[in-house]
């Protein structure tokens, strides 16, 4: 990831919590330790924040404390191809008529591509996925109420009372932070809070991820393994990886790229 790059989530992270740790930027921009406490330094010298021990914070407190993890236009550009591929699946399994819950994120987004074609009742608390259908689709679009959260470009609500207990759906598509053992892992309690009601609603789970989720790892549980019906993902995907979903009773579904996309990413 280039520098600048790198401060740029540096900067936005700190705009979002009192305080980030070291490790948390390392995990955000996948670089290392020693890079990390560079870009501190720098940023520090150049007062864009202040270092404190062990990490990192704001000149200025943030006023509206955001989620922890990557924003969307970073998360967006990796893994371009195979989270198009993933998505492509996805909408293989759904039928016209057939109401469905989208979660926001960067695999699911790419599922509005493929649905371009199909009428569907469709539920989700994401702005980008809300309106590229609106835009370049017939479906009927039903967005969730709450706090819009920008960087992730999202919207959630920690209360009972909204418009996500009135929706039905025959299943609801997800991506998650990391997948293992215990199940589907987020990094945020409120996605944890806000997702888990999402789940509630739907007949089956669809998990979407690129292969690269089934390394990593998070300290928020957001569902076993038990409640997710499928889960589609590339051909990285280990062999161990596949047994784990095989023996949970878990379909798994492996998108391979398409000769045109290969293409056009090698063009």
Do not use: W
């Not at 995990?27 to 021990?53: F, G, P």
């Not at 199940?183 to 007949?203: C, R, S, T, V």
Request: glycine fraction near 6%.
């Amino acid at each position: 990831m280039h520098e600048k790059e790198r401060h740029r989530i540096i900067l936005s992270a700190v705009q979002e919590k009192p305080v980030v740790t070291v490790q948390e930027m390392v995990d955000l921009t996948e670089s290392s330790e020693a890079t990390i406490r560079r870009d501190i330094a720098a940023l520090h010298v150049q007062k864009r924040l202040r270092r404190v021990r062990g990490g990192a914070e704001a000149i200025s407190p943030p006023q509206f404390i955001g989620l922890a993890g990557r924003p969307f236009s970073v998360n967006e550009t990796l893994n371009a191809a195979q989270k198009r591929a993933i998505a492509r699946e996805a909408v293989e399994l759904c039928k016209d008529g057939e109401p469905i819950i989208i979660n926001g994120g960067t695999t699911t987004f790419q599922m509005v591509h493929f649905l371009a074609g199909l009428r569907m009742p469709i539920f989700t608390n994401s702005f980008p996925i809300a309106e590229h259908l609106l835009k370049h689709s017939k479906n009927t679009v039903m967005l969730s109420g709450g706090t819009i959260y920008r960087e992730q470009n999202i919207i959630l609500s920690p209360f009972d009372n909204d418009v996500t207990r009135n929706f039905y759906a025959r299943r609801m598509f997800m991506g998650a932070q990391g997948l293992g053992p215990l199940g589907l892992m987020e990094g945020d309690p409120l996605l944890i809070q806000a997702e888990q009601k999402l789940i509630d609603q739907a007949d089956e789970l669809v998990v979407l991820v690129d292969s690269s989720k089934f390394r990593k790892r998070s300290s928020l549980i957001l569902c076993g393994l038990s409640r997710i019906a499928t889960v589609i993902t590339d051909d990285g995907i280990e062999d161990r990886e596949a047994k784990m979903l095989e023996t949970a009773g878990v379909t798994l579904i492996v998108a391979r790229k398409s000769t045109k996309e290969e293409s056009s990413l090698q063009a």
